[in-house]
């Protein structure tokens, strides 16, 4: 037999030491052993099913599946539950385009997911964007003011409904009660994207879930912070403000018409776990957090973001399974990369001013001791003698923010300007014309400009900034930056 890459490899990879702090959340697998439920991943091959009589069908669930369902919608505190696989992505979509029709329009965090972006594309909606507040400091977004929602939905009195992140990346909650309340006292439906917070039912500790804020719909990422496989999310729903059969339909449109026994079959593991286990396992994993922070709290150059950023206006909780270091003097690339190479510790990303983890139920106490002692020695190695290029890009970037904090005027809906004609223009000279690209600096994810929207010196400014830091980019045609993709013209390609 010829070599088979990816297998060889991804063993190889879960064959080490590596200590996992990104996704997906089972961390390689091994809490299944320390679960003792070792036999899902032994009958991988053989549970990999279609539809027969006795396996059920997620698109018409009448048995197997539809209870499997049932038992997620009581651990999970929700009135009807859906197993997703093809990911969050494909779940959002379906949210947001059973909730609001062609035409229509919807407050969004402007600190949305690409699919967040893309179901606007796909369902002809219309955003009116919210932006969330800066942390100029930290280079991270916080939360959205409930005020600034409010004063939208007076002046927009013909939106549908009002969908934000929650939590975020880096585990900012914003107070999402309060968001709801105001959006139900004008009868819009309020949707999450809680990729990040399939987790949060599992401790008082840890931010309210948007199923306990009353929210209509909400999307998590069941593979990133709890235990089911890569790919695998589920969808929660509350009350009858969304249509249940248009969302059903909405799912038969984005999901595949042979959907994968495997991820909905660890979709169901992960909801047993969740209810039967996993207050026990959060109590040892917030326990292990917080020795690791006090550990390391007095590192010298070492930062956290912790509790104290609940002070700012925006922010009602914090998510503490996710872990922001900050390491005076590196910037977080170098950081992430020391990490990954001397120390075998993979995080989940860096910004230029640190990086982030993503800590699981399936962490064990020692990941953090090891991840503790990293940081320990790369602070004695490289915060008493910063490199050049660092301090000078950290002069640079103290100052900037990769984010806006106003959306540029909309000429055209992100449907239209997907359509119409467009070409390259040198970015030097695109200034008053309409973008064509949605173009998204990494960190933080928030779309700098969407396609239909004007280009302003301000845009060609940060651009020029992120292409001398080199930060990264994405939705750019034009690999070198030198050259923008605008609009044409009025006609459709
Ligand atoms: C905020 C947010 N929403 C949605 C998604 C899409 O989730 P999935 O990868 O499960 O499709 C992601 C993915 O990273 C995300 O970060």
Redesign the pocket.
Known sequence: MKKTLLIEKLIEISNGDKVSFH?PGHKFGKIFTKLKCERILESLTIIDSTELAETDNLHQPIGIIKKAQENAAEAFNSDKTFF?V???????YAMIMSAVEPGNKIIIGRD?????INALILGDIQPIYIYPEADVKNGITLGISPEKVEALLVEHKEIKAVLI?YP??YGIASDLKKITEIAHKYDKIMLV?G??GAHLGLSEKLPITPMECGVDAV?E?T??TLLSL??S?MLHVKGNRIDREKLKFMLRVHQSSSPSYILMASLDLAANIYKEKGNYLMDNLLCNIREFKKRIKNVEGVTILDERITERKSVEALDQTKIYIKLKGVLGSRFEQVLRKDYDIEMEMANEKGVLGITSIANEKEDFSKLALAIEEISQRYSKVPKPEDILKNIITNNNCNFSIDTPECIYTPRKAHYMKKGPILLKKSVGLVCGESIVPYPP?IPLIVAGELIREETVQRLLQIKREKTKLLGMKDANMEYIEIIQTNEVK
Request: charged share 5%.
């Open positions: 996704t997703l093809n990911g969050s992505t494909a779940g959002v949305c997911h690409q699919s967040v992140t975020t990346y994207d990729a990040h999307v990422s593979h990133k890569t790919q999310s994810g």
